[in-house]
């Protein structure tokens, strides 16, 4: 259930930021408009300028151009302590020398509340992120999953308008991160602040996001709802760094929107798309199926043979990378459910995949 | 054992050799503070190892000589004056040569660290000869003036090394959370490099209390404790000495033994 009322989002406008450290430029010509309330994450590889980004909201950093508005105001002027901008960092940065108590009140100390109203907000705080009976621990008595929720609480307690996550799973290990992506979806759904998510971890960015921005070389690549971009990658960017993908090169066969796939040495047709001239397509590997013996392709479906080269085996999925005719490799995969058995390496295949599942891509 | 861990007779003699060579220097080492201990609890009229017998005669001649305890009293106040003055100089010193980066630094560096590698008798004579011609020995302040230069290269060195492990991400999530820079250092700066603040303020202070080559040189007529013992030495050997060299031995070992644990619980909290 939402607590909307309590605590409602800022909206944040990145009007045409730049920033450059002398002659490098990590963010350009950076807009976005991030809504009230919204859950935003900022997805690319280091170096993408999606922590550069964060950090300019935080008042870490400057913009050396454009402006940066929080509900409609520019906050250029004003220094970190005075934004009201909540942040979560990787390292949890717990203050050593307090307790877990102390370090959730340090941001209701540093604005003169009450005794009083702080022990209440901080065992509130407390109580969201289930650690009630840690409050008299040292942030070195407590586990890393824990210090994490301590962080957050600390974020939050103050009720800030907009919160700021830099990799905050980044340091904990697979099963802990897994459960935290559960907690932070339901702190999330409890306080209707806005939370801006940095990470380079795609998983990550599809579970927890209303939208995501995929950032690469200071640019955004792409903006849109984790479906739509892991369906509907924009371009080769965005279709390799998110999911698994295969890459076909397209060569031009005369004809607008008729392509050769080089990979295949087969015919290829989509309707002619607006914009630059696509070089490629890209098909998810669990859009590739396995015909079996004797089974017809489907009308319309490219179809070609290949060699079994390589098994990953996950329980319930099997992937598979098998060697086409030209020596190139496809990923595919199968759900144990559907699958018969596990096959074996050189074992000769026919797959299969619709046109309409592949994704036409231009380089950029 | 796996047969490349057994380091053979050759390597079992080296390491035997080691520890005999160890065991050695501690007891030439430790001798002479093994030896005075007892004798300052002796009854007799000239120093004697070992005693004959047992009494505080000793400890009760250093309490009421008065030239003894001023000169004690003397000392333990410089000192205590050196140790604030060299810790605060110190602990700034090290915080700006930490967030600082400019040419020359580490020459900068190497200057403040000059006083434990110069001999102090040239820095004595230095001294000397500078404070005659500002008309300043005799002064305590040039007293106190040397032993801060002299025990400077304690905290700055201390402190750096806790510096060094400082996550400046606590800074930047104190400013985020809602403080300013001044209070970010007082609540969150101060407090994690106070450990290794107050350990530097014991080695500072020992480093006054016990040094004795400057104060010959500059004090002039007033006495500190080092150098009246030193005194006292050359007039004649009297076993009240070896009553001030016990006591001394304990306060020193209680003094350093603290401000080692400090520096090390400094550096194992800063390395979580």
């Given at each position: 259930?939402?607590?909307?009322?309590?605590?409602?989002?800022a909206?944040?406008?990145?009007?045409?930021?730049?920033?450059?450290?002398?002659?490098?430029?990590v963010?350009?010509?950076?807009?976005?408009?991030?809504?009230?309330?919204?859950?935003?994450?900022?997805?690319g590889?280091?170096?993408?300028?999606?922590?550069t980004?964060?950090?300019?909201?935080?008042?870490?950093?400057?913009?050396?151009?454009?402006?940066i508005?929080?509900?409609?105001?520019?906050?250029?002027?004003?220094?970190?302590?005075?934004?009201?901008?909540?942040?979560?960092?990787?390292?949890?940065?717990?203050?050593?020398?307090?307790?877990?108590?102390?370090n959730?009140?340090?941001?209701?100390?540093?604005?003169?509340?009450?005794?009083?109203?702080?022990?209440?907000?901080?065992?509130?705080?407390?109580?969201?992120?289930?650690?009630?009976?840690?409050?008299?621990r040292?942030?070195?008595?407590?586990?890393?999953g824990?210090?994490?929720?301590?962080?957050?609480?600390?974020?939050?307690v103050?009720?800030?308008?907009?919160?700021?996550?830099?990799e905050?799973?980044?340091?904990?290990?697979?099963k802990?991160?897994?459960?935290?992506?559960?907690?932070?979806?339901?702190?999330?759904?409890?306080?209707?602040?806005?939370?801006?998510?940095?990470?380079?971890?795609?998983?990550?960015?599809l579970?927890?996001?209303?939208?995501?921005?995929?950032?690469?070389?200071?640019?955004?690549?792409?903006?849109?709802?984790?479906?739509?971009?892991?369906?509907?990658p924009?371009?080769?960017?965005?279709?390799?760094?998110?999911?698994?993908?295969?890459?076909?090169?397209?060569?031009?066969?005369?004809?607008?929107?008729?392509?050769?796939?080089e990979?295949?040495?087969?015919?290829?047709?989509?309707?002619?798309?607006?914009?630059?001239?696509?070089?490629?397509?890209?098909?998810?590997?669990?859009?590739?199926?396995?015909?079996k013996?004797?089974?017809a392709?489907?009308?319309?479906?490219?179809?070609?043979d290949?060699?079994?080269?390589?098994?990953?085996?996950f329980?319930?999925v099997?992937?598979?990378?098998?060697?086409?005719?030209?020596?190139?490799?496809?990923?595919?995969?199968?759900?144990?459910?559907?699958?018969?058995?596990?096959?074996?390496?050189?074992?000769?295949?026919?797959?299969?995949?619709?046109?309409?599942?592949?994704?036409?891509l231009?380089d950029? | 054992?796996?047969p490349?861990?057994?380091?053979?007779?050759a390597?079992k003699?080296?390491?035997?050799?080691?520890?005999?060579?160890?065991?050695?220097?501690l007891?030439?080492?430790?001798?002479p503070?093994?030896?005075?201990?007892?004798?300052?609890?002796?009854?007799?009229?000239?120093?004697?190892?070992?005693?004959?017998?047992?009494?505080?005669?000793?400890?009760?001649?250093?309490?009421?000589?008065?030239?003894?305890?001023?000169?004690t009293?003397?000392?333990?106040?410089?000192?205590?004056?050196?140790?604030?003055?060299?810790t605060?100089?110190?602990?700034?010193?090290?915080?700006?040569?930490?967030?600082?980066?400019?040419?020359?630094?580490?020459?900068?560096?190497?200057f403040?660290?000059?006083?434990?590698?110069?001999?102090?008798?040239?820095?004595?004579?230095?001294?000397f000869?500078?404070?005659?011609?500002?008309?300043?020995?005799?002064?305590?302040a040039?007293?106190?003036?040397?032993?801060?230069?002299?025990?400077?290269?304690?905290?700055?060195?201390?402190?750096s090394?806790?510096?060094?492990?400082?996550?400046?991400?606590?800074?930047?999530?104190?400013?985020?959370?809602?403080?300013?820079?001044?209070?970010?250092?007082?609540?969150?700066?101060?407090?994690?490099?106070?450990?290794?603040?107050?350990?530097?303020?014991?080695?500072?202070?020992?480093?006054?209390f016990?040094?004795?080559?400057?104060?010959?040189?500059?004090?002039?007529?007033?006495?500190?404790?080092?150098?009246?013992?030193?005194?006292?030495?050359?007039?004649?050997?009297?076993?009240?000495?070896a009553?001030?060299?016990?006591i001394?031995?304990?306060?020193?070992?209680?003094g350093?033994?603290?401000?080692?644990l400090?520096?090390?619980?400094?550096?194992?909290?800063?390395?979580?």
């Open positions: 259930m939402r607590k909307a009322d309590i605590q409602t989002g909206t944040v406008d990145f009007q045409a930021v730049g920033r450059s450290f002398g002659k490098l430029d963010l350009k010509d950076f807009s976005l408009a991030i809504a009230a309330g919204e859950f935003l994450t900022l997805l590889p280091s170096g993408s300028g999606k922590t980004a964060l950090n300019m909201i935080a008042g870490f950093l400057q913009p050396t151009s454009g402006d508005l929080i509900d409609g105001k520019s906050i250029a002027s004003l220094p970190p302590e005075r934004r009201n901008v909540g942040m979560v960092f990787q390292n949890y940065s717990l203050f050593p020398h307090m307790n877990v108590f102390d959730v009140a340090f941001p209701l100390k540093m604005r003169r509340a009450s005794a009083q109203l702080i022990k209440e907000k901080v065992e509130k705080a407390l109580e969201l992120v289930h650690l009630a009976d840690y409050a008299a040292m942030p070195t008595q407590i586990s890393g824990q210090r994490q929720r301590v962080a957050f609480a600390r974020a939050i103050f009720a800030p308008r907009v919160l700021l996550m830099d905050p799973l980044g340091a904990l290990d697979l802990l991160r897994e459960h935290m992506q559960l907690e932070i979806k339901r702190y999330r759904d409890e306080i209707g602040c806005t939370m801006i998510y940095v990470t380079h971890d795609q998983g990550e960015a579970t927890l996001s209303d939208r995501i921005v995929v950032m690469n070389n200071g640019r955004i690549v792409q903006i849109g709802g984790p479906e739509e971009i892991y369906d509907r924009a371009n080769r960017f965005s279709a390799e760094f998110i999911g698994e993908n295969n890459i076909l090169r397209l060569q031009p066969n005369g004809k607008a929107g008729h392509w050769v796939i990979e295949l040495k087969q015919p290829f047709a989509s309707p002619a798309a607006a914009g630059p001239a696509p070089q490629a397509l890209s098909i998810r590997p669990e859009k590739i199926a396995r015909l013996a004797g089974e392709r489907g009308p319309g479906s490219i179809a070609f290949a060699t079994i080269a390589e098994i990953l085996f329980g319930d099997i992937k598979y990378s098998a060697r086409l005719a030209d020596g190139a490799l496809i990923k595919f995969k199968e759900h144990r459910a559907a699958a018969t058995s596990v096959m074996r390496v050189d074992q000769s295949v026919t797959l299969a995949f619709a046109p309409g599942d592949a994704v036409l231009a950029e | 054992m796996h490349s861990d057994d380091p053979g007779w390597g003699g080296w390491s035997m050799a080691f520890t005999a060579y160890f065991i050695l220097l007891i030439y080492l430790l001798l503070l093994l030896i005075v201990i007892p004798v300052s609890f002796g009854e007799d009229q000239w120093l004697q190892f070992p005693p004959t017998s047992l009494s505080l005669r000793w400890y009760r001649s250093y309490f009421s000589d008065p030239g003894f305890i001023a000169a009293f003397t000392s333990f106040w410089i000192a205590c004056v050196v140790s604030a003055l060299a605060v100089i110190g602990t700034v010193t090290a915080l700006g040569l930490s967030r600082t980066r400019f040419r020359g630094k580490s020459l900068l560096y190497g403040i660290i000059a006083p434990m590698v110069i001999p102090i008798i040239i820095f004595a004579l230095a001294l000869i500078l404070f005659n011609q500002l008309k300043m020995t005799g002064s305590v040039g007293l106190i003036l040397a032993h801060v230069v002299l025990a400077l290269p304690f905290p700055v060195l201390i402190v090394a806790a510096l060094e492990q400082f996550d400046t991400t606590l800074e930047r999530a104190g400013r985020i959370l809602g403080a300013t820079p001044l209070r970010v250092f007082l609540h969150i700066t101060l407090p994690y490099l106070a450990p290794a603040a107050l350990a530097s303020a014991i080695f500072s202070f020992f480093v006054s016990d040094e004795l080559v400057i104060a010959l040189f500059i004090t002039g007529r007033w006495d500190t404790l080092p150098k009246r013992i030193w005194s006292d030495l050359r007039l004649e050997i009297d076993p009240t000495i009553a001030v060299a016990a001394l031995i304990a306060i020193t070992l209680i350093i033994t603290a401000g080692e400090l520096r090390r619980w400094a550096m194992a909290r800063a390395a979580n």
